[in-house]
C-alpha cells in the first residue's frame, strides 16, 4: 500500500512518474532501469522505495496510469466541447496529431505489455482510459442530437463504442506501418456517420415528394 501523503509528498510522488514517464519514453519500457529513473528525478532508492514500495512494478503501474491520462489530456479541449462540428473536426485533428506527434512507439501499450495481468489495478487502467474515453464521445454525441445536428435515433453509447473501436484500429496499424492513413479514415468515415440521415428518414422525405441532395 502506498502511503498517506501530504501535499508535498504527493507532488514529489508525481514528478517521480513524470520523470520515469519521460525516461521510458526515451528508451523504452524494456531499457529503463531504476537507476536510470533515480538519476532522472534526482531521486535516492529509499526515497524511490518509500513512494513505491511495491518497487518497479508499482512504479510501471502509476506511469501507465499518467500515460492513459495524457492520451485523454491531449485531446482538451475538444473532447469536452464537441458541441458543434467545427468542435468535432478540431477534436479529429487533436488526434491525429497526438498520434503523429507519438510515432510508432506506444508508451501505454509498452508498459502495459510489462504488467501482468495479476498486477493490482493493471486490467483497470485501459478499462477506465476506454470507459472514460467513450463516455466523453457519448455526450458529444448527445448534445449534437439535442441540437438536431444528429438523428435522435442513433443510439449515443453505441456510436461513441464503434467510433472509438475505430481509432484504435487505425492507432494498431499505425503503430505497425507508420501510416496514419487508417486513423485518418475511421475519424472521417465516423463523424460523416453521425451526420447521416436514417433510412427510416430518409424513406420518408422520399414518401413526401421531398428532393434534393443529402449532405
Not at 104 to 133: D, I, K
Request: with cysteine; charged share 20%.
Amino acid at each position: 500500500m502506498a502511503p498517506r501523503l501530504t501535499p508535498k509528498g504527493a507532488a514529489t510522488r508525481q514528478r517521480i512518474v513524470e520523470g520515469a514517464a519521460a525516461e521510458i519514453r526515451a528508451r523504452g519500457v524494456t531499457e529503463t532501469t531504476l537507476d536510470d529513473i533515480r538519476a532522472r528525478t534526482s531521486t535516492s532508492k529509499s526515497q524511490l522505495f518509500h513512494y513505491f514500495p511495491g518497487g518497479k512494478e508499482e512504479l510501471l503501474l502509476a506511469v501507465a496510469q499518467n500515460e492513459a491520462d495524457r492520451v485523454l489530456s491531449d485531446q482538451q479541449p475538444h473532447l469536452n466541447a464537441l458541441t458543434s462540428w467545427r468542435a468535432w473536426h478540431d477534436w479529429r485533428d487533436a488526434v491525429v496529431d497526438r498520434y503523429r506527434r507519438q510515432g510508432q512507439q506506444c508508451p501505454l501499450n509498452a508498459l502495459m505489455s510489462q504488467l501482468t495481468p495479476a498486477t493490482p489495478g493493471a486490467q483497470a487502467v485501459t478499462g477506465q482510459l476506454v470507459a472514460s474515453w467513450q463516455s466523453k464521445l457519448a455526450i458529444g454525441i448527445r448534445a449534437m442530437q439535442d441540437q438536431g445536428e444528429i438523428p435522435a435515433e442513433l443510439d449515443a453509447d453505441q456510436a461513441a463504442a464503434a467510433l472509438l473501436a475505430g481509432i484504435q484500429g487505425g492507432v494498431l496499424i499505425m503503430m505497425s506501418t507508420g501510416s496514419l492513413a487508417h486513423l485518418e479514415a475511421a475519424l472521417d468515415l465516423g463523424i460523416r456517420q453521425l451526420r447521416a440521415v436514417p433510412s427510416s428518414s430518409a424513406a420518408s422525405s422520399s414518401n413526401t415528394g421531398s428532393a434534393g441532395n443529402i449532405r
